[in-house]
């Protein structure tokens, strides 16, 4: 089946069921292959994409219910929240392997969008379901909390 989908700002006409993950399409047919397969039950946030301008886990979303939707994956995430995310993600050496980065980036840029000066909590709420197992939670907090002094000045 043809769904007709808009990633990163543009469009793209794809063959697949609809119940198909959005995770695979966005790898196989695509090649963007910065959105990461980790758990595949939406349980480690690896996988995580804007739908809409909200974080949504990629492997358990069905293509079909994007179709019409903005989605925007770690190679189109723009804007100067996304700039101050990347920008203390670098000077703080938040990643360790860096698999689960691409998801704690995403979830990062989504909850400064939504909470520009965010308390430890909103931390906690925004970035849950994003493991590190590197366990690098001290850096992305620190990161996070630089980037959102950025946003302001």
Do not use: F
Not at 119 to 142: E, F, H, K, L
């Amino acid at each position: 089946m043809s769904i007709t989908l808009t990633i990163n700002g543009e469009e793209h006409e794809v063959e697949a069921a609809p119940d198909t993950p959005l995770l695979w399409v966005l790898r196989d047919h695509l090649g963007l292959t910065g959105t990461k397969y980790g758990c595949g039950v939406a349980q480690c946030g690896a996988c995580t994409v804007h739908v809409d301008g909200v974080p949504r886990r990629a492997c358990v979303a069905p293509v079909g219910s994007v179709a019409g939707k903005a989605v925007v994956t770690i190679e189109g995430v723009s804007g100067p929240e996304a700039d101050a995310v990347r920008e203390a993600w670098t000077e703080l050496a938040v990643p360790q392997c860096g698999y689960c980065q691409s998801g704690q980036i995403m979830s990062a840029v989504a909850l400064l969008k939504s909470r520009p000066s965010p308390s430890d909590d909103d931390i906690d709420r925004g970035m849950a379901g994003n493991i590190c197992r590197c366990a690098t939670y001290v850096r992305i907090r620190r990161a996070i909390k630089q980037a959102a002094g950025e946003g302001e000045r």
